[in-house]
Nanobody, 131 residues
Framework: QVKLEESGGGSVPAGGSLSLSCGTS????????MGWFRQAPGQEREGVAT??????????YYANSVKGRFTISRDITKNALNLQMNSLKPEDTAVYFC??????????????????????WGQGTRVTVSS
């Protein structure tokens, strides 16, 4: 069983930065799919960024809306999934969720990774960016 818990949300002015972390309890081996997603008020949940590995190669993918501004990473020593968010915009305002699956598959890579169904989800952390 894997549990995920997000932290690091808050309120920042446009142009600011936030660093989100997703603590994971339970064993996550060297083959996984993980990602960050967000849901703005009145909108559907959308994929932000994914990181996946088959044990040999690590794959990253970002939604066009955050490419160049957000960075996803996995801190194995802390068993955490991180999302560094820079140059934040008001349209980044949303509740951010982390998600995980414990086995890599080809559908974890690229844009399919943002659209696939994940097994484990956190409860979310709120990010508000003011203009």
């Amino acid at each position: 069983q894997v549990k995920l818990e997000e932290s690091g949300g808050g309120s920042v002015p446009a142009g600011g930065s936030l660093s989100l972390s997703c603590g994971t309890s339970g064993y996550i081996g060297n083959s996984y799919c993980m990602g960050w997603f967000r849901q703005a008020p009145g909108q559907e949940r959308e994929g932000v960024a994914t990181i996946s590995t088959d044990g040999d190669t690590t794959y990253y993918y970002y939604a066009n809306s955050v490419k160049g501004r957000f960075t996803i990473s996995r801190d194995i020593t802390k068993n955490a999934l991180n999302l560094q968010m820079n140059s934040l915009k008001p349209e980044d305002t949303a509740v951010y969720f982390c998600a995980a699956d414990l086995l890599f598959e080809l559908g974890c890579r690229g844009p399919r990774g943002l659209a696939r169904t994940y097994t484990y989800w956190g409860q979310g952390t709120r990010v508000t960016v003011s203009s």
